[in-house]
């Protein structure tokens, strides 16, 4: 009898270019390598690997397998996943074959983001022309992000105590949210539309709370969020700008995007729009205007560059100071400058839009907890 | 914070009128504040965190008031070490509330040193080293007031007690 004694999708935890990236569950779960143990692993969730594209384009991808046979007269072998593992041979010492690299076939060949369940038929034979036999079946579930995770996520050091490691359980989200990304632009604004449809049900806009932070004072309450995610209480009901614009950037960093979140301000007056949870067009809650406001952003979060609001969707017609509207939810769109009619012009009045400034010095990516 | 900010919320909520005082003198302090889950009548704890590792330290809780859980009160604690040291948590705290339209509070039944507040559906205030932030977490909006005021109760009567 052969098995497949285990796979090491993440061989080597100091490249992302041949191999899957370093990997954690969640704050306080690590997975650990090799993913997939025989007995121990059953369910695709059971054996979980993040391949990012960027790094492996041209590269051969490679999963390292260890093979164990029962039978004393089976010394050497072909195996296989048809249309999946490559064929190669391998030897049996003792009845094992220690861990033995495998070609992977065309694994990312959409360059898209995404997550799938796969199964693995593997087969073997007993010589170059003698059939392939069936002999186990192994599932995974295969993350696909475009590059390499960003802040707060990192690759290093590569150990449980690292809790900044990418978690599969946001990639369960992100992955989903971003599903058939080819660009980080388009990554970004997956990630926002589906933030902004949260609302009402998971979050909304924190009017009762004058548009405190609930998941962002500090860190980003990340365990909490997901929990709200899944139907728990997390830490409430209510968001603000500051949770919005962790939530996107932290999710689309994840799938390779380069987003910080940062704030503009201080003290302005505001258009109508339409707040997150919200259908009304109104100035935020009915209030004045916003003491500040944050958003993820790109490069140095200045007027010359585009933000992603998950928080209120603005007026996107020629005159966004006056009904009738036409909503719009900032999506990669430029900061601008007064006049230029881009995203300031539209979230602050005529005269807000003086002290609506980029404040590039608050620029930062809060660390997942 | 950043400096501008600052600059602008001690201008908006003119911290130099409340700055750096209190009612029970610039060294009362509670230290150790734990909750018990019977500072609130009614409510029961869902769930409470302490973040010994914050700077300053701070507890987090969740409390619930009906069966169907649509009625639920954040309240948070941050222990200082000083007065000044809650009056800049204040200011902190107030930096991450996007409204314009928050306001001290200065009536006589105002709680703690200091205290803000937005309508009646959220209270900020700092008794002695320590700051409370009672809001909402629930898709039922209840008025926090009140709450506030009983919290506040429970505060001066530690306070009372250090000094005896």
Not at chain 1, 272 to 298: D, R
Not at chain 2, 66 to 94: K, P
Request: glycine content about 8%; aromatic content about 10%; some cysteine.
């Amino acid at each position: 009898m052969i098995a497949i004694e285990a796979i090491k999708f993440n061989h080597d935890s100091n490249s992302a270019a041949s191999d899957a990236l370093n990997i954690r569950k969640n704050a306080s779960q690590f997975i650990s390598v090799p993913e997939w143990r025989r007995f121990v692993s059953v369910n695709p969730e059971d054996s979980r690997a993040a391949y990012a594209v960027a790094p492996t384009k041209g590269k051969t991808l490679t999963i390292a397998v260890s093979l164990s046979s029962t039978d004393p007269a089976l010394t050497f072998i072909e195996v296989r996943v048809r249309k999946h593992v490559k064929a190669r041979p391998v030897s049996f010492i003792n009845g094992q074959t220690g861990f033995v690299f495998f070609e992977l076939i065309d694994p990312l060949k959409h360059a898209s983001i995404g997550v799938r369940d796969v199964e693995w038929h593997w087969e073997f034979r007993r010589g170059p022309h003698r059939q392939w036999r069936h002999f186990t079946i192994t599932r995974h579930r295969i993350y696909t992000v475009l590059d390499v995770p960003t802040g707060p996520w990192n690759q290093g050091p590569y150990n449980a105590a690292n809790t900044q490691l990418p978690w599969t359980d946001v990639l369960d989200y992100a992955c989903h949210w971003a599903d058939g990304a080819t660009s980080t632009d388009m990554a970004g604004a997956l990630v926002t539309q589906s933030v902004y449809a949260l609302g009402p049900s998971v979050i909304t806009y924190d009017c009762p709370g004058g548009g405190s932070s609930h998941y962002s004072a500090g860190n980003f309450a990340c365990t909490a969020f997901l929990d709200r995610l899944h139907g728990g209480l997390g830490n409430g009901i209510y968001v603000n700008c500051s949770d919005c614009a962790t939530i996107v950037s932290t999710f689309a960093n994840l799938l390779g995007c380069d987003l910080w979140q940062s704030r503009m301000g201080w003290g302005f007056a505001l258009n109508q729009m339409l707040g997150i949870g919200s259908n009304v067009w109104q100035t935020c809650c009915g209030w004045s205007g916003f003491s500040y406001h944050e958003v993820a952003w790109e490069d140095a979060c200045t007027a010359n560059d585009d933000v992603f609001d998950a928080c209120l969707q603005v007026d996107g017609d020629s005159d966004p100071t006056a009904a009738p509207h036409v909503a719009l939810l900032p999506q990669d769109l430029r900061f601008g400058n007064p006049g230029n009619l881009l995203y300031r012009d539209r979230l602050a009045t005529p005269a807000g839009r003086a002290t609506c400034n980029p404040q590039p010095g608050t620029r930062t990516r809060r660390v997942v907890v | 914070m950043e400096p501008g900010q600052k600059k602008h919320l001690e201008e908006r909520f003119k911290a130099r009128e409340w700055y750096g005082r209190s009612q029970y003198g610039l060294r009362a302090s509670i230290k150790g504040f734990a909750l018990t889950g019977s500072e609130l009548p009614g409510w029961k704890i869902q769930r409470t965190e302490r973040d010994e590792s914050a700077k300053p330290r701070v507890t987090h809780s969740l409390w619930s008031r009906n069966e169907a859980a649509t009625e639920i009160l954040s309240v948070d604690f941050w222990e200082c070490s000083s007065v000044r040291a809650a009056d800049d948590q204040v200011l902190d705290v107030l930096a991450n509330m996007q409204s314009a339209d928050i306001e001290r509070r200065t009536g006589t039944n105002a709680p703690g040193d200091v205290a803000f507040g937005l309508n009646d559906t959220m209270v900020l205030f700092a008794r002695a080293n320590l700051v409370v932030l009672l809001r909402n977490a629930g898709p039922k909006v209840v008025m926090v007031g009140a709450i506030a005021t009983r919290v506040d109760a429970v505060l001066i009567q530690r306070l009372k007690t250090i000094r005896k």
